[in-house]
């Protein structure tokens, strides 16, 4: 089996979304909180983390997908 993962707000979020709720993240979004452009400090939505590595345990082959570009891709990754 094979997925494919969208990072950014799927299973990956800004640092200040944590303990947050969805529509006081989406305001964080809009207005552009200083760590919705910090890639390096984002950090696992829930249980995605948990979800993902069940997965692959399973024999899934998982890839992901990003809007970044150029160096961004690395802090994401």
Same mark, same amino acid.
């Given at each position: 089996? &094979? @997925?494919? @993962?969208? !990072?950014?707000? !799927?299973?990956?979020?800004?640092?200040?979304?944590? *303990? /947050?709720?969805? /529509?006081? &993240?989406?305001?964080? /979004? @809009?207005?552009?909180? *200083?760590? #919705?452009? =910090?890639?390096?400090?984002?950090v696992p939505n829930g249980?995605? +983390?948990?979800? /993902?590595? *069940?997965w692959a345990e399973g024999?899934?082959? #998982?890839?992901?997908? !990003?809007? &970044?570009?150029? =160096?961004?891709?690395? +802090?994401?990754?």
């Open positions: 089996m &094979r @997925i494919l @993962i969208f !990072t950014e707000g !799927t299973i990956l979020m800004h640092k200040a979304a944590e *303990n /947050v709720s969805p /529509v006081e &993240r989406i305001k964080q /979004v @809009i207005e552009e909180e *200083n760590s #919705v452009h =910090d890639y390096k400090s984002y249980g995605a +983390l948990h979800k /993902v590595k *069940n024999g899934a082959e #998982v890839y992901y997908l !990003t809007s &970044r570009k150029g =160096d961004q891709v690395k +802090l994401i990754k």
